[in-house]
């Protein structure tokens, strides 16, 4: 989790100008991938399980640990570093990131940070998600020392990070929820919010293999989808989750009628 004492308590957006470069000649080259929590998100995971082509399951079990936040109970995924000196991040060479083109949303981030509100204009208006940028700034980084101005959105495409905001949308939205007063994940919802967030490949298997489709109603061409698109499979687990931690009706359960042959 990213210690707050480094963040430049400065609200930036996507036109914010500032002065940073990273590249393999500077002298703290790897520095920000020793000693450091990253949490990882649901479509990092689909990105890395993939390029060590792994299964989710075998994934989060050789190469994550998991925090339970104390007031919500919501499962966080975070990367296990190596247990040596410097605790380095396991994909970190002296040559530089190995799964560079997988990296998570936060390494693509960095030195930049990302936050997001939820907002209501009046009572009588929809709810919306704000986001804004913050700049970290760590001792070890001299990225900033660097003459080459960029803007925020700039260097957000460079480091392709739209796609996986794209993809992680749906579940910053249910984050939303740990803010209501007294809400917390009983057992059985904590399971399921992991399942349908972190670990596809099992959740995929629920759906085809349980009794998921004799208790709720999808439609064919959702379900081709589900078998071979993994993106589909991550928003559906969105839903999912929506449905189970009582945001929304997301899933339409069969009838007594509906369900027989």
Same mark, same amino acid.
């Given at each position: 989790?990213?210690?707050?004492?480094?963040?430049?308590?400065?609200?930036?957006?996507?036109?914010?100008?500032?002065?940073?470069?990273?590249?393999?000649?500077?002298?703290?080259?790897?520095?920000?991938?020793?000693?450091?929590?990253?949490?990882?998100?649901?479509?990092?995971?689909?990105?890395?399980?993939?390029?060590?082509?792994?299964?989710?399951?075998?994934?989060?079990?050789?190469?994550? +640990?998991?925090?339970?936040?104390?007031?919500?109970? +919501?499962?966080?995924?975070?990367?296990?570093?190596?247990?040596?000196?410097?605790?380095?991040?396991?994909?970190?060479?002296?040559?530089?990131?190995?799964?560079?083109?997988?990296?998570?949303?936060?390494?693509?981030?960095?030195?930049?940070?990302?936050?997001?509100?939820?907002?209501?204009?009046?009572?009588?208006?929809?709810?919306?998600?704000?986001?804004?940028?913050?700049?970290?700034? &760590?001792?070890?980084?001299?990225?900033?020392?660097?003459?080459?101005?960029?803007?925020?959105?700039?260097?957000?495409?460079?480091?392709?990070?739209?796609?996986?905001?794209?993809?992680?949308?749906?579940?910053?939205?249910?984050?939303?929820? *740990?803010?209501?007063?007294?809400?917390?994940?009983?057992?059985?919802?904590?399971?399921?919010?992991?399942?349908?967030?972190?670990?596809?490949?099992?959740?995929? *298997?629920?759906?085809?293999?349980?009794?998921?489709?004799?208790?709720?109603?999808?439609?064919?061409?959702?379900?081709?989808?589900?078998?071979?698109? &993994?993106?589909?499979?991550?928003?559906?687990?969105?839903?999912?989750?929506?449905?189970?931690?009582?945001?929304? &009706?997301?899933?339409?359960?069969?009838?007594?009628?509906?369900?027989?042959?």
């Amino acid at each position: 989790m990213q210690n707050m004492k480094h963040v430049e308590p400065v609200r930036l957006t996507a036109n914010s100008r500032f002065r940073f470069r990273c590249y393999k000649g500077i002298s703290c080259f790897t520095k920000c991938c020793n000693n450091i929590d990253i949490m990882l998100t649901p479509y990092d995971i689909i990105r890395l399980k993939n390029r060590l082509g792994i299964s989710s399951g075998e994934f989060l079990n050789d190469y994550t +640990y998991i925090e339970l936040e104390e007031k919500s109970n +919501y499962p966080f995924v975070y990367l296990r570093m190596k247990e040596e000196s410097g605790r380095p991040c396991p994909f970190v060479s002296p040559e530089g990131c190995v799964i560079y083109d997988d990296r998570p949303a936060n390494c693509r981030y960095y030195a930049v940070g990302q936050a997001s509100l939820r907002k209501q204009d009046d009572k009588d208006s929809l709810p919306y998600t704000e986001e804004f940028y913050f700049l970290i700034k &760590e001792p070890h980084c001299l990225g900033f020392q660097e003459d080459r101005p960029v803007t925020i959105a700039q260097w957000r495409e460079e480091q392709g990070v739209d796609i996986y905001d794209d993809m992680n949308r749906g579940w910053k939205d249910l984050l939303f929820l *740990r803010k209501t007063p007294g809400f917390q994940l009983d057992e059985k919802k904590q399971k399921a919010f992991y399942l349908a967030c972190y670990d596809p490949d099992r959740f995929r *298997r629920f759906i085809f293999e349980s009794q998921f489709l004799n208790l709720f109603e999808v439609d064919a061409e959702r379900l081709d989808r589900l078998r071979s698109d &993994e993106t589909a499979l991550l928003q559906f687990g969105f839903d999912y989750a929506r449905f189970i931690l009582g945001i929304e &009706e997301t899933l339409k359960a069969k009838t007594a009628s509906s369900g027989q042959k």
